[in-house]
């Protein structure tokens, strides 16, 4: 078996990576385990031998922050400065989707195009910067159209 070095995302606390063989081939159903000093979190390998282990809680803490800033000041004029559940909901959902367009695009490229894991990655972190930021601003932050007091 051969170790493959991890992506970690720190603001998402997710981390996912690949387990092969000597040969380079998958293997599946081998647990990943990840110690640290609160703890450990394990993961079993999908039929690819890819893994995830995610920190949901320093995804959630990570995402409401970014929803108050993008609420307060980048979108500020489109959100009127206002926070509410159906706005943080929309903003949480095109972050997932961000997610998968990062993932998606690390696979498509080192799997299918086999681009270095590196660019792939750096490509994966434009994609999905383009994605969460126009999913923000056409879907969850888009102006409102104004009402006029007649």
């Known amino acids: 078996m051969i170790a493959v070095p991890a992506a970690a995302q720190s603001l998402t ?3 996912t990576g690949t387990v092969k063989d000597e040969q380079g ?4 159903g081998v647990n990943v385990t990840l110690t640290g000093k609160t703890g450990s979190k394990t993961a079993t390998t ?12 320093a995804w959630f803490v990570a995402n409401i922050g970014s ?13 009127g400065r206002r926070l509410h559940l159906k706005g943080y909901l929309g903003f949480a959902l095109s972050q997932i989707m961000g997610f998968f367009a990062n993932t998606g695009t690390v696979w498509c ?10 660019a792939a990655k750096v490509a994966a972190i434009a994609v999905s910067f383009v994605v969460n930021f ?10 409102q159209p104004r009402q006029n007091a007649d």
């Open 25 to 28: 081939g998958a293997l599946p």
């Open 134 to 143: 126009s999913l923000s601003h056409f879907l969850v932050f888009r102006a």
């Open 13 to 15: 606390g997710v981390i």
């Open 46 to 57: 999908d039929t690819s031998g890819n893994y995830v282990i995610a920190n949901v809680t």
């Open 67 to 79: 929803y108050v800033m993008n609420s307060t000041i980048t979108f500020a004029a489109e959100s």
């Open 109 to 118: 490229l080192v799997e299918l195009l086999f681009v270095p894991a590196w």
